[in-house]
């Protein structure tokens, strides 16, 4: 038999064999009953995360009487509440003030800290390991430690009763925001930026056109997680902070109970439809970032 005739009878024996059995793919849903432990975990987890927030709108829809008595569901809705709040206080000049100082610290702390991270990750200089953990250990020293030292510095440059001491330090960056935007600049391939200097881009260039666009996830997590912390923060505007035109959310909500506390008659109610009032931003805030939240995790933990 030639070769030919050989190779034909092979071909016409592989074309008539039937295909071998194809492997039944594991179904998602064959051992359920051993991932249910896990969805117990996590709905309690979630049910924990949830509950203040649910208790908390409950008792803004009920009336006085009826605040704290863990219904979470009003037995009596009095959602009058919150139109009570527009009148008892100046809510919409604090949440004002509260998105002006949180846009400027947020924004602030976000080019400053990614200028020094960029620093730090593109050049190569002297002491720069040495320089960098100094900056690293800023991180324990205690916010009370330099309380008065940074009062005293405010004062003596008559910035007090004023809203710059409440965003104006956020121009010297964040050692922990440092920190990571430092990690993510370390995962852009060098040769980019070493492209660019050949075809005669500045450092000012890399740090706009390079590092700032592929950095984007970081950059949105590092001012989504700094404007939470100032919308929250009570102790700065409680320090710096005396006329209440420029009282911002949390410090207006300090001076409504403390009103309520000089009348001897606490209106619970219109304080929790209030904190209601002054939670719905940050929920919209993360709402909207989630997807540049979970791109940023992601990149992190693939560079990790």
């Not at 492997?23 to 969805?39: E, G, I, V």
């Not at 040495?130 to 009370?144: D, N």
Request: hydrophobic residues 50%.
């Amino acid at each position: 038999m030639s070769d030919s005739t050989l190779v034909r009878t092979q071909a016409v024996e592989q074309a008539v064999e039937p295909p071998a059995a194809a492997t039944p793919p594991d179904r998602p849903d064959a051992r359920w009953w051993k991932r249910l432990p896990f969805y117990l975990g996590l709905t309690v987890a979630t049910f924990a995360f949830c509950y203040p927030l649910v208790w908390l709108v409950s008792a803004s829809l009920k009336p006085k009487s009826q605040v704290f008595d863990n219904r979470l569901i009003p037995e009596v809705f009095q959602p009058q509440n919150y139109v009570e709040v527009w009148k008892t206080a100046p809510v919409l000049n604090w949440l004002f003030n509260s998105l002006t100082v949180g846009i400027m610290a947020a924004g602030t702390v976000t080019l400053s800290s990614a200028a020094v991270a960029f620093g730090f990750a593109y050049f190569r200089f002297r002491f720069r390991g040495p320089l960098f953990g100094l900056v690293l250990a800023t991180m324990m020293l205690p916010g009370a430690v330099t309380m008065i030292p940074v009062y005293l510095i405010w004062n003596k440059l008559g910035f007090i009763d004023t809203q710059v001491p409440l965003w104006a330090q956020n121009l010297f960056g964040s050692a922990f925001y440092i920190f990571l935007l430092r990690q993510f600049f370390l995962g852009i391939p060098r040769e980019l930026f070493e492209a660019a200097r050949v075809d005669g881009c500045g450092y000012l260039g890399l740090f706009r056109r390079i590092a700032l666009p592929l950095c984007r996830p970081a950059l949105v997590i590092v001012f989504i997680f700094e404007f939470q912390a100032s919308w929250s923060d009570l102790m700065k505007p409680l320090i710096y902070l005396q006329t209440p035109e420029f009282f911002t959310m949390p410090r207006g909500l300090k001076q409504l109970v403390d009103a309520f506390a000089l009348s001897g008659e606490y209106h619970w109610e219109i304080a929790m439809a209030a904190s209601v009032i002054a939670t719905v931003p940050m929920i919209i805030l993360f709402a909207l970032g989630q997807r540049h939240i979970l791109d940023g995790v992601a990149t992190t933990a693939q560079k990790g």
